[in-house]
């Protein structure tokens, strides 16, 4: 089962096992991640679940959608180019020890 860690904004670090197929978002509110609101629930309309990929996994993941990619422009904090929103990230074992940073803010 592939581990990811979060890293949140008072720089402490929690690691979630996830299952195979559920999203970075979902992984996150299964193990009570705080930071990340997910307030459409998953439905690429909120840009609330923003997170910052370690660089090591950027190239792991598919780039982001014309969407994904129009969201991230509208995100609270700032976008970087390691900006993705996590409930467009699904977990599969090649992910398996990904880290992911909560920004400071989602709203
Ligand atoms: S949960 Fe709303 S855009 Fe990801």
Known sequence: MPTIHYILKDGTTRAVDAK??????????????????????????CATCHVYVDDAF?????????????????????????????????VSAALDGLTVRVPDTQV
């Not at 959608?65 to 996590?86: F, K, N, T």
Request: charged share 20%; glycine share 8%.
């Open 20 to 45: 195979i197929g559920a999203s970075v978002m979902e992984t996150a509110i299964r193990g009570n991640v705080r930071g990340i609101d997910a307030e459409c629930g998953g439905c690429c309309s």
């Open 58 to 90: 950027l190239e792991l993941l598919p780039p982001p959608d014309d969407m994904e990619s129009a969201l991230l422009d509208a995100v609270a904090s700032e976008r970087q180019p390691s900006s993705r929103l996590s409930c467009q990230l699904n």
